[in-house]
């Protein structure tokens, strides 16, 4: 028997062991002193032996795979991880566990990552770089890279329903829906659209600018879903600049009259062109802004992250409020429970507070706001941030 037999023979041992609950010092010498790997996945289902700690309820044998180095976000083959198992069962003790373990994994990841991070006069493309490995995989797709998604031709159209979609054309000529929808009235439930509204009255519902007319900054138009939510308030932004990269995009925006507007500037180019370290548009005359959003596809955890330590440079200070589209992660509740954590901690330390509101979007009708593309948002609750600054002053 070679070693990697060995290893087959003692991890599925590990799970047998732990499914048949046995007590914690048998397990525990079957790692310790045996040497059974925490690591193993059986080849039939996929299973390590932290989803058998989690099927058979046992969060003090979790923890301790977890000390020792069970990983936190294995999926089995039906894609579950050993979190969403706990959860399945309402096992809130040994979810907990899991989920922190990925809450310090990715935060150590990220600082890790930080600190190799290349300078911002590096040819590198910091777009591409990724600290994260809660969703990560390689995805070349106009979905998953940001380079690929900018080169891409973007059409947009009117689906059967008589919503206005967005199409991204891939390599084989398929297009594809990437884009939600409209608005329409009939479609009015539907997630993007929903999500969007609730957002933008989060965002502006009580604002003390509110009634003279609020300066909105939005990142990503997209289908300008949320610009148009944003110009029709009762009372219209007193200024409204909006980023975006994609010629096709800025092509409808002028084919559809958002460049004559007035209050409205239209900045072309990626945030990154215009605010922070890699920003060459230092003329220009940023910030105090009442209201900043952000939701640029395909870009990661990593692109957020640095968007967020843009923040108190281009807010208002406290009374300005800041909202994202939380929707990294959202394929699986244990990896949207720890990005939505991980963001919460991040703005935390550049001195944002969030505040979180439930969206119900399983009413939707199985049409995502991303389409067949992928699957990006298959959870019934969106959690909805909305970020203010901290008065450092009270
Ligand atoms: C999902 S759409 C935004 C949808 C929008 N929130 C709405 O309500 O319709 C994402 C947009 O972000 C843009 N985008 C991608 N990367 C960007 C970047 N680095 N800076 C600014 N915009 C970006 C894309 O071109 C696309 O138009």
């Not at 799970?15 to 040497?35: C, H, M, R, W, Y």
């Not at 890279?145 to 159209?157: H, N, Q």
């Not at 002028?254 to 062109?273: C, F, H, M, S």
């Amino acid at each position: 028997m070679d070693e990697g037999d060995i290893a087959i023979m003692l991890g599925s041992q590990l799970i047998q062991t732990i499914l048949n609950s046995a007590p914690f010092d048998e397990i525990k010498d079957l790692v310790k002193k045996t040497g059974a790997p925490v690591w193993y996945q059986d080849e039939v289902e996929g299973m390590s032996p932290l989803h058998a700690a989690a099927y058979v309820r046992r969060p003090d044998v979790a923890k301790f795979l977890i000390q020792e180095g069970a990983v936190w976000n294995a999926v089995d083959n039906l894609k579950n991880t050993a979190g969403d198992i706990a959860l399945s069962f309402n096992d809130e003790e040994t979810y907990t566990l899991i989920r922190d373990a990925g809450i310090r994994s990715e935060m150590l990841l990220g600082i890790l990552a930080s600190q190799n991070k290349p300078q911002p006069d590096s040819s590198s493309d910091p777009l591409d770089t990724s600290t994260s490995n809660v969703v990560q995989h390689t995805d070349d797709t106009a979905a998953g890279s940001t380079s690929a998604f900018l080169d891409s031709k973007l059409v947009y159209t009117v689906d059967e329903h008589g919503q206005s979609i967005c199409k991204v054309k891939v390599k084989a000529q398929v297009p594809k829906l990437i884009i939600g929808e409209d608005g329409s009235e009939e479609k009015e439930e539907e997630i993007g659209t929903g999500i969007m509204k609730e957002t933008v009255r989060k965002l502006t519902e009580g604002h003390p600018n509110e009634k003279e007319g609020l300066k909105v900054l939005n990142v990503g138009f997209g289908l300008g879903i949320i610009d148009t939510l944003f110009e029709s308030l009762p009372t219209p932004p007193s200024q409204h600049v909006i980023i975006e990269p994609h010629p096709d995009v800025l092509a409808h925006m002028r084919a559809t009259g958002w460049y004559d507007r007035p209050n409205v500037t239209i900045l072309e180019g990626k945030w990154q062109d215009f605010v922070g370290p890699t920003s060459n548009h230092k003329s220009l005359e940023f910030g105090g802004f009442d209201v900043v959003y952000t939701d640029t596809f395909s870009e990661d955890y990593s692109a957020l992250k640095e968007f967020f330590e843009q923040l108190p440079d281009i807010l208002d200070g406290p009374g300005a409020r800041f909202g994202f589209f939380n929707g990294l992660g959202a394929t699986n509740a244990l990896f949207y429970d720890v990005y939505t954590h991980i963001s919460e901690l991040h703005l935390a330390d550049i001195g944002l507070d969030v505040e979180w509101s439930d969206v119900d979007v399983s009413t939707d009708d199985g049409e995502d706001r991303w389409g067949q593309s992928r699957e990006y948002f298959n959870l019934p609750i969106y959690r909805l941030p909305v970020a203010r600054m901290r008065d450092m002053s009270l």
